[in-house]
């Protein structure tokens, strides 16, 4: 069995976190004897300044020819100025979300033990710890919605997107999130905002319909602005939350905060073949690219969670997941998840990835 | 001169602390020799109850006629089974702001000294302090965006609303954002989503302009998502926020919560005549309803709002929050303001309003 892994790099960071997953995934090669072929690909605004855009054909047909892809970030200064649909994380993200209908968006987010205090949380909040995953629909709603555009003159000149779904789209999703709920806490809480949305009214009757499938998973709806309030008092209190791609893309990052480390979190894109794109949940990081610093941690896990969903390697998966567990309880922390004054002890952005690597 | 007031209390708690609201008013009127005339309307579930429906006509007329309204909460599970169209919240709270053209929402939120502890915050972050402005549109975006509805049969049946904004509609309320901001701390914070919605493009574009009209004030741009984010570790560094409607909706709500304490926060809803509705930031807290315990602070800060933005009585306004200052600062508290082992001292509604209305 042969694989093959589109590796999109991108900006910033992107490409010094990738070469460390990569070390790790030839650690991983070679103990459980798999061939994967990895192709590289410009991206983003790397992409924008060797082919003129962020999303160029070499790259998409390159995907096209993976079971997966590898995703770094992207985006950067260099690159605001240019008008937002031209810009890295709009021309390439969204058009690649778009073309391989890459609907299920999974974003796991939990309080490490021993990182407790990594989270902006009040100690006796982040000390119950927590560990949600935020599903999210990805390729409809608002952003993709038509009409989206212009029209008019002067001060009545108006600007207009569509938040659109269908009964169809949501149930997908849905289903997505309670079979998840299944294996984890059986729990799902569906964000909307039914008081105000047409979307969210649908939204809920369609994932009461799903929910009647899963008798063993108990399911509540709570509206997006009593969401953002209640992650800050009791986040342990909730298991899988299901939110519409504009309300996912708010909840994911607010999770994403609550645990104080961005540098370990990775997600998920699927589409309904099992073809995904894999990244890391922070950014690019321009100010502490190229400085050996960055936490490859994230970038190393979306390749676990390549090789378990695209690749159906669990056990592979698996191993890197206990290597990059047995580096952090060891210790090993690249700089932002150490207090000012054992920052000294810094583990550099190779040597986590060397480690990881060795362990395996 | 003599002003009007449509007083709304509305459910759960809404009755209690406005009573405590009223006597703080009385205390306010013998004081600056003030004639105010109050007249009551039934509105949210109990104008259902005794009309059936959440705003009825004479409650409308009543507006009408007066100065300003004096909102107290509506909402509670009496009314949940109802159609979304037909609850308290939906049916009474944006037919008021579309009808008035309320379009200029202010939440405050700041966290007072002394009560650092009710903040969820971590205590390295909380004891920095923070104190936000949200100046949120509250008659445009995709609450009120036409067309919203429903077309199609069976799995493709889709749901559809539409964020829709104008310049003339984004212009107005970037300028109030920034004129609040000259008599603040002179930083405006513009939340948006410019690199997906062709709305928040426009946004930037138009708050840009109105902008050059303020070159004493910093403006800087965030997108929702990061706003969430950065909200969490760095509150201090905000000042007003101005958002779209949709996102003042989730971003005053997440400031609120971090303050830790709801009671003690209330909001403005303008037009520009200067005619608004004047309400506390929490809800109808249906759960401690009737119990004498709710903290009627919140609701006694909406009357000196009222006092001040629409009555233009800008004494007897700092007179009302110079009054709630010493109550609190005497260790005035409610329940909820207390450690659990201190709740024995706790004052109840009625107290915390007899003793405002006595300092003053
Ligand atoms: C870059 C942006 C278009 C994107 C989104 O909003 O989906 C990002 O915030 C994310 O969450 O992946
Ligand atoms: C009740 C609801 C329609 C309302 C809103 O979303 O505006 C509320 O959440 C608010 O913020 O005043």
Redesign the interface.
């Not at 002067?154 to 169809?168: H, L, N, P, Q, V």
């Given at each position: 069995m042969s694989y093959q892994i589109a590796v999109l790099a991108g900006d910033g960071i992107g490409p010094e976190v990738m070469a460390e997953a990569r070390k790790v995934l030839s650690a991983v090669e070679e103990r459980f004897e798999l061939a994967i072929e990895y192709s590289e690909y410009d991206i983003g605004g790397a992409a924008i300044d060797n082919h003129g855009c962020p999303l160029p054909d070499v790259t998409l047909k390159g995907c096209e020819a993976a079971d997966a892809i590898l995703f770094g970030s992207v985006g950067g200064p260099k690159w605001e100025h240019l008008p937002?649909n031209d810009?890295p994380?709009?021309g390439a993200l969204?058009p690649l979300r778009g073309h391989f209908e890459l609907f299920c968006n999974m974003r796991p987010a939990k309080l490490h033990s021993g990182l407790e205090h990594m989270?902006?949380?009040?100690?006796d909040?982040?000390s119950k710890g927590f560990d949600v995953l935020c599903v999210r629909e990805l390729t409809g709603g608002?952003?993709f919605?038509k009409p989206?555009?212009?029209q008019?003159e002067?001060?009545?000149?108006?600007?207009?997107?569509?938040?659109?779904?269908?009964?169809?789209e949501i149930?997908r999703i849905a289903k997505i999130a309670f079979e998840a709920a299944q294996g984890r806490r059986k729990k799902v809480t569906s964000v909307d905002?039914?008081?105000?949305?047409?979307?969210s009214?649908?939204?809920r009757e369609v994932v009461e319909e799903v929910a009647k499938d899963f008798p063993d998973v108990e399911l509540e709806h709570i509206y997006?602005?009593?969401a953002?309030?209640q992650l800050?008092?009791r986040p342990n209190e909730f298991d899988v939350m299901l939110c519409s791609n504009?309300f996912g893309?708010?909840i994911s990052?607010?999770i994403?905060?609550?645990t104080g480390s961005m540098g370990l979190l990775s997600s998920v894109s699927l589409n309904s073949k099992g073809f995904g794109l894999y990244e890391p949940a922070g950014g690019s990081a321009p100010d502490i690219a190229g400085q050996g610093i960055a936490n490859p941690v994230a970038q190393i896990l979306s390749a676990a969670l390549l090789l378990r969903h695209s690749l159906k390697l669990e056990e592979a998966a698996a191993a890197i997941e206990a290597a990059v567990g047995k580096a952090l309880s060891d210790g090993y922390l690249t700089g932002e998840l150490l207090p000012a004054d054992e920052r000294v002890n810094a583990k550099t952005t190779s040597q986590m990835g060397d480690y990881i690597a060795q362990v395996i």
């Open positions: 937002p810009q994380e709009r969204l989270s902006p949380l009040r100690s909040i982040s608002i952003y919605g989206k555009g212009r008019g002067g001060e009545s000149e108006e600007a207009f997107d569509t938040m659109r779904y269908s009964r169809k149930r905002k039914a008081n105000v949305l047409a979307c009214v649908l939204w997006i602005d009593n953002t309030m800050l008092r504009l893309d708010i990052d607010e994403a905060m609550l």
